[in-house]
Each structure stands twice: as C-alpha cells, then as structure tokens.
C-alpha cells in the first residue's frame, strides 16, 4: 500500500510561483508513473502533467511552458513547480502514483489547495 502526502499550497499573486511536493509513504517502484491532477471549482478533475520512470513527460496544453513536474525516485517525491500563475490556475491539486505495469495499483493524496488571487 502507498500512501502521498502533498505539500506547499497555498494563495500566491498571479505571475507568481508555487512548488507542490507529494512524498510516498511506501516505495514507489520505478515502474510508477506518477503525475499531478488539478480539480477546479465546478469542473472535473484533469491531468496537469505525468511523468514516466524514465522521465518523459507530458502536460496539459493550459499548463505547457509555465509547470514542470520532475521526480526523486531516492526520495519518493515528485514535484510540481508552478510559475507565472494564473487565476484559472486555483484548484486543489492531486498527487498521483500508478503502477504502469498494474494499473490496479493506483494512488492518490487527498490534495492540497493552490489559489492564484490578487
């Protein structure tokens, strides 16, 4: 079983930053792809960016230029730096890990909250 904590949310100005972090509690085998997932007020949960244990990665065109996701596989961490932030961008966001060889091995953190607001 594999537990994801998120951290650093939080309300930032827009064109401003924010760095998300979510850390596993088991270990999270190299052939996890873990991603970032974003739920805004009124909308369904959509993807943000993935990346792949051999560190490809893929982003959502709203996002593209402006978010990196990157990941620490010593530390079972993946990140997600957020620049030049927008209002559109407030949502609470997920952390997510899933086993590419087992999709039944699919996790989730229980999120934590961005709001972009002058």
């Known amino acids: 079983q594999v537990q994801l904590v998120e951290s650093g949310g939080g309300l930032v100005q827009p064109g401003g930053s924010l760095r998300l972090s979510c850390a596993a509690s088991g270990s999270i085998f190299t052939n996890y792809v873990l991603g970032w997932y974003r739920r805004a007020p009124g909308k369904q949960r959509e993807v943000v960016a993935r990346?792949?244990?051999?560190?490809?990665?893929n982003y959502a065109d709203s996002v593209k230029g402006r978010f990196t996701i990157s990941r620490d596989n010593a530390k079972n961490t993946v990140y997600l730096q957020m620049n030049n932030l927008k209002p559109e961008d407030t949502a609470v966001y997920f952390c997510n890990a899933r086993d590419s060889t087992n999709p039944s091995r699919n996790y989730w953190g229980q999120g934590t909250q961005a709001t972009v607001s002058s």
């Open positions: 990346i792949t244990s051999g560190g490809s990665t």
